[in-house]
């Protein structure tokens, strides 16, 4: 093959494959951009060898290897702490425990059951809603109720008296 089309193809499949292979690093889970990322790389080092010889294909290996290390540290980098952990992709442990009410915020407040209670329903305290189960009696939409405890993901809850 000719010299000019072989060095075209690595230079080519080195540009592009390096940018599939970083672009793979940003998206959750493994496709065609990282498969073929990495096709264009190993053709890039092949052509590399047929043209200037096996060390210089094994420098380019040693870059195009930097080049992917690089990219998972940014793609981690950024999952933990830059714009990618702002995003829905990424379930931060803090969100989590946001969403699950917590007894200590809410022992002993009063509220109001948004639904009547068999024994699960939605009670509202303090201008929230929050998911709630009463100890196993039946408590009706509208009635007061004070909240005991928590179990899971709800908080459990007794009729005011």
Known sequence: MDPFALNLIMIIGFVIGSGL????AFIPGFG???ISGIILEVVA??????????GTALL??????VLIGLAVFLSYRSARSGRLSKS????????AAEEKP??????NKEGTAVTA????????????????????DFIEKGAAVVI?????????????A
């Open 21 to 24: 292979i970083i672009v793979e």
């Open 32 to 34: 065609i951009a990282g």
């Open 88 to 95: 829905n992709l990424v379930l931060n442990a803090t969100e």
């Open 117 to 136: 209670l068999r024994p699960g329903g939605t009670i509202e305290a303090e201008g929230t809603r929050l998911n709630a189960a009463s100890a196993g």
């Open 45 to 54: 080092i092949y052509c590399c060898r047929m043209l200037h010889g096996t």
């Open 102 to 107: 917590s007894a200590d915020k809410w022992l």
């Open 148 to 160: 005991t405890g928590s179990e899971g993901d709800h908080l459990v809850v007794r009729r005011k």
């Open 60 to 65: 380019a290996l040693a870059a195009v290897l």
